[in-house]
């Protein structure tokens, strides 16, 4: 019985020994992972149409308003906010627009449109976001009749 015994414990060291050379070698390397400043920005629901064509009498017509269109943006800079503007530089009628169920943002209360970029929402940085628009058409009797064509531009920008 000695002999099975000396050799259970040999084989057994000699396990342990052979693992414990195994555990001694290792290797390694550096994997750096960069984030470069990620600004991106969509509109969804494609162009939109708003014809005012109705009034109660004695009163200014009716406005038009629409809420097909959605803005989604992803930033990763800390200071990111979205801008709004018109190309049309002298609108006949009023064009109004509101972000509405925001969210990675704060939404500006409703914003007339100009030629002038105006801030839309404002702490978009680092977030993912979204936001249903909604586009609103005023007129006032006087202003008569006729179309103004926008092009709307929002933009992702440092703010």
């Given at each position: 019985?000695?002999?099975?015994?000396?050799?259970?414990?040999?084989?057994?060291?000699?396990?342990?020994?052979?693992?414990?050379?195994?555990?001694?070698?290792?290797?390694?390397?550096?994997?750096?992972?960069?984030?470069?400043?990620?600004?991106?920005?969509?509109?969804?629901?494609?162009?939109?149409?708003?014809?005012?064509?109705?009034?109660?009498?004695?009163?200014?017509?009716?406005?038009?308003?629409?809420?097909?269109?959605?803005?989604?943006?992803?930033?990763?800079?800390?200071?990111?906010?979205?801008?709004?503007?018109?190309?049309?530089?002298?609108?006949?009628?009023?064009?109004?627009?509101?972000?509405?169920?925001?969210?990675?943002?704060?939404?500006?209360?409703?914003?007339?449109?100009?030629?002038?970029?105006?801030?839309?929402?404002?702490?978009a940085g680092r977030t993912t976001?979204?936001?249903?628009?909604?586009?609103?058409?005023?007129?006032?009797?006087?202003?008569?009749?006729?179309?103004?064509?926008?092009?709307?531009?929002?933009?992702?920008?440092?703010?």
């Amino acid at each position: 019985m000695k002999p099975v015994v000396s050799i259970v414990v040999c084989a057994l060291l000699a396990a342990a020994l052979a693992s414990a050379a195994m555990a001694g070698q290792s290797a390694s390397h550096t994997v750096t992972v960069q984030v470069n400043a990620i600004n991106e920005i969509v509109l969804t629901g494609g162009d939109i149409a708003l014809t005012i064509n109705s009034a109660t009498a004695g009163q200014q017509p009716d406005p038009a308003t629409n809420m097909a269109c959605t803005l989604a943006w992803t930033a990763t800079p800390a200071n990111t906010k979205i801008t709004v503007a018109t190309s049309l530089a002298s609108p006949t009628f009023t064009l109004r627009i509101l972000a509405q169920s925001v969210t990675g943002g704060t939404a500006a209360p409703e914003v007339t449109l100009t030629s002038t970029a105006v801030d839309f929402i404002t702490g978009a940085g680092r977030t993912t976001g979204a936001c249903t628009l909604r586009y609103a058409a005023w007129v006032t009797a006087a202003q008569g009749t006729g179309t103004d064509v926008h092009t709307v531009t929002y933009t992702l920008t440092a703010g």
